[in-house]
């Protein structure tokens, strides 16, 4: 049993009435000491929708269960790691969640997870939900009210937090220390953390127990008029033991009289007058078991002896002679001799010539297991009478032996007789005979294996190789994809086969051809292109952090200024943290990254606030960040940043992404307001921006759930299922749909548009399968879907931004994936399938 346990108390406020339970807040206890929740820790959960509650009580209900079951179900035996891909999770979930329903629907919640593990506590936080901790004899707060500290200086309290739900990235707060006897925590929701300051929390946090906190929690929230309220509150406290699992039986009063009445008997009667007798019940004492005793057997009657019937036969008694020796003792036989000869000797003497030593019992008379091992017996004796031969030499004293340290010499097996050595020659043949059949045996066998297992893989290589010409004469697009799977599952087979291997070189050049023949129809059929040549440019300088905005200069033909010459050197990136979100320039052809743009750094007399969005202007590369007084814009000029405050952006409520593009030295911002994209005039970026959207031209499309915004003198809005909707002059134009491909697409993030507004392609990042897919910009035809081979050491599981390079003989595409930054020529896109009808018109 440990020593120490967690006391929790719930607390619910719902319209001013206090409740014990909150279906806010979930305890995990484990259910037996081998359980999951035994092993990695009790784990409590408080979440709250950011907006409003009855809206997203589903959302909640399915964070909660999402992040309990993930975080016991992670195979990582870190408790970080498992909470941090739990909360992952939870998001992932909880944003496809928010697509599937209407917009009237969707929320996000804040999230607070604590888990217990013995003396270790482990916190991981999405705002807005509040934690205070109280650790040696300290109060902290995840995170940190600004009222708490007044000479607070971090831009983190201008920062809006991003719920669960909100986007596909979440960075949430960890936070893991020990907790001693009486030390608690206090985990709250968003509306009532504003109302503690930091002694009230104190105060609170060091009542005597959980039920207390909860208590004074209710009339904290009373004297406050707060109505609606959650919280949780932890306290580690002593375990106490448990009753035994026999407890002392209670004696009734009457017997306990009777007891004492007679012990006072026993002691001197006194106790006999003052209680009144009783009947007395006689009993006797329990014997021991006694065994009966057999019966005596009378001795046997053998009548009259022998003298006595001699003697009434005759009337005369019997002769001496008759007892003649039986009153005389037997005389002792002499002890045994000690034999002090030779064993050897006197074996062989009593063995040969007259009888062999091994004596060999009838063929028929031996069972089944002695006929299996007769020949292996037989073949022991003859090396045991070829060993006997090697024997010490006779004749010699123990006296001579002793002194002779050890020296034992031996006589040759010329000296037997020629019988035995026939017999040892005849046992080491049939012994020899033996060993060579068994061997031939092993390898025969072995030879029958490996011939099965060749005939198994050429019958799957020849399945495979016709499966695959019977894509090449398939009729229609729909059966060539069918069987192309079919063949993928063949080529999938000969894969996991421990034949094909590079040591065996008949089976892996044909599995080679194979597997590019498979790989052209695939490229055919699903226009899939491989990338081949992925060269990592720049790992992120800070472990843990993640790049996540890429800007990708034009080529250097365009300039002339030395300055602009310099700054497409470079590729720009921002890292994945809101709070202390900073750009860095990565050289072209790969580097260490500079940080070129610090928050907390100070341009004209402005300290620069968390990085929000970047892209390129004319020549050179301008960012926004988010400060106390609003969004800034910032952009060089002869080498050094300046620095804008931009109109209206005081009153901006980012729901969460911001895009920047430029365009003919315009700024466009989309999320900075909902349904709204505002445009600045070059060189007006103090003024109010213009609504460029007219709500009259857009059909009552909502254009709320778009995710990226791309710009070629028309504006392009990204929708998650891959559709792009083509705005003009403020209304909507067209919609372009990308054409139905394998596998399907599902959710993108983030697009590149290429070109002017009648040429050039659209490219899409779909992170989910790892890809990035060419369409035509008029059609939405699918030109190519480009990924990595099946098989490779390189996963491109962490795409989050993408751009294209234009410039050169061909393309070049740079990609984010986590902390690293990548680039690759573009593929060649792949020639369209054509059927075997096609083919033979054309021929």
Request: hydrophobic residues 40%.
């Amino acid at each position: 049993m440990p020593k120490y346990i967690a006391s929790t108390s719930q607390f619910r406020l719902v319209s001013g009435m206090q409740q014990s339970t909150s279906d806010l807040i979930l305890l995990t206890e484990p259910r037996s000491p081998l359980s999951p929740e035994a092993r990695k820790g009790r784990l409590y959960i408080l979440v709250e929708a950011d907006q409003d509650i009855a809206r997203g009580k589903d959302a909640c209900q399915l964070a909660v269960r999402t992040v309990s079951k993930a975080f016991y179900t992670n195979d990582s035996y870190s408790v970080t790691s498992s909470l941090r891909g739990a909360l992952a999770e939870a998001n992932r979930a909880l944003y496809q969640h928010n697509f599937k329903v209407p917009s009237h629907k969707r929320a996000s919640v804040g999230i607070t997870c604590a888990v217990l593990k013995e003396h270790d506590l482990y916190l991981a936080q999405v705002a807005p939900t509040q934690a205070y901790i109280l650790q040696q004899g300290k109060v902290r707060a995840l995170p940190t009210p600004t009222g708490w500290d007044a000479a607070h200086l971090s831009t983190a309290p201008f920062v809006q937090h991003q719920p669960l739900g909100h986007s596909l990235y979440i960075d949430p707060e960890l936070y893991r220390c020990q907790l001693q006897p009486h030390e608690s925590v206090l985990i709250c929701s968003s509306n009532l953390a504003p109302l503690l300051s930091a002694a009230d929390v104190e105060r609170i946090l060091r009542l005597s127990n959980s039920a207390a906190i909860m208590t004074h929690l209710d009339t904290f929230c009373m004297q406050h008029g707060l109505t609606e309220a959650h919280a949780l509150s932890m306290q580690l406290v002593p375990a106490t033991r448990a009753e035994p699992a026999n407890p002392p039986r209670t004696v009734p009063k009457e017997a306990r009289a009777r007891g004492f009445a007679g012990l006072g008997k026993l002691v001197g009667g006194r106790a006999a007058q003052e209680t009144p007798a009783q009947p007395r019940r006689v009993t006797q004492p329990p014997s021991e078991y006694v065994p009966p005793r057999a019966p005596e057997v009378p001795p046997i009657n053998l009548g009259e002896g022998l003298e006595e019937q001699y003697s009434r036969a005759s009337n005369r008694p019997l002769p001496p002679s008759s007892f003649l020796g039986e009153d005389t003792p037997l005389p002792r036989l002499p002890a045994p001799a000690i034999d002090l000869s030779d064993p050897y000797l006197k074996q062989a003497a009593t063995t040969h010539p007259y009888r062999p030593r091994h004596q060999r019992r009838p063929v028929a008379a031996m069972g089944i297991g002695e006929r299996l091992l007769y020949p292996f017996a037989w073949a022991g004796a003859g090396v045991q009478d070829f060993l006997g031969g090697l024997r010490p030499r006779a004749g010699r004293s123990r006296r001579s032996a002793a002194s002779g340290a050890g020296k034992l010499r031996f006589v040759s097996s010329a000296n037997q007789p020629e019988e035995p050595r026939r017999g040892v020659a005849q046992s080491l043949l049939v012994f020899m005979l033996l060993s060579g059949l068994v061997v031939m045996l092993i390898l025969y066998g072995l030879t029958i294996s490996q011939r099965a297992t060749d005939d198994r893989t050429l019958g799957y290589l020849d399945a495979a190789e016709e499966r695959m010409l019977l894509v090449q004469q398939s009729a229609s697009q729909e059966e060539a994809t069918e069987r192309l799977e079919q063949a993928a599952r063949a080529i999938e087979e000969l894969r996991n086969s421990p034949q094909i291997t590079d040591t065996n070189p008949s089976f892996w050049l044909r599995f080679q051809e194979l597997q590019t023949s498979y790989e052209e129809a695939e490229a055919a059929i699903h226009l899939v292109s491989y990338i081949d040549e992925l060269n990592v440019i720049a790992q992120h300088p800070q472990p843990g952090r993640n790049f996540t905005r890429l800007v990708v200069p034009p080529p250097t033909s365009n300039f002339t200024d030395t300055a602009a010459i310099n700054a497409v050197q470079y590729v720009y990136a921002l890292d994945g943290s809101r709070e202390t979100a900073q750009m860095y320039r990565i050289p072209r052809e790969g580097g260490t990254p500079e940080p070129h743009l610090t928050p907390g750094a100070t341009v004209q007399s402005t300290i620069v606030g968390p990085l929000q969005a970047a892209a390129w202007r004319l020549d050179n590369v301008v960012t926004i960040d988010q400060g106390a007084n609003g969004f800034g814009y910032f952009f060089q000029a002869g080498g050094n940043w300046n620095h804008i405050r931009l109109g209206g952006s005081e009153v901006w409520t980012p729901g969460g992404r911001i895009d920047l593009e430029t365009y003919e030295g315009n700024l466009y911002v989309w999320g900075a307001e909902q349904n709204e994209i505002l445009k600045f005039s070059s060189g007006r970026y103090g003024d109010i921006p213009q609504l460029w959207l007219d709500p009259a031209g857009l059909d009552g499309r909502d254009l709320n759930t778009s995710v990226d915004m791309a710009i070629d003198g028309q504006i392009y809005l990204l929708q998650p299922d891959g559709r792009v909707y083509v705005l003009s002059q403020g209304a909507f134009v067209r919609e372009i749909v990308p054409e139905q491909i394998t596998p399907p697409i599902s959710i993108v993030t983030r697009f590149v548009v290429t070109g002017a507004a009648d040429t050039g392609f659209i490219f899409l990042l779909d992170a989910l399968h790892e890809r990035v897919i060419q369409i035509d910009k008029q059609t939405g035809a699918v030109i190519q879907q480009m990924k990595m081979r099946t098989g490779s050491s390189i996963r491109l599981n962490s795409l989050l931004d993408f751009g294209i390079e234009m410039g050169g003989n061909r393309p070049i595409l740079y990609l984010i994936n986590g902390d690293q930054i990548m680039k690759t020529p573009l593929s060649v896109p792949p020639e369209p399938f054509s059927t075997a009808g096609a083919a033979s018109t054309e021929e």
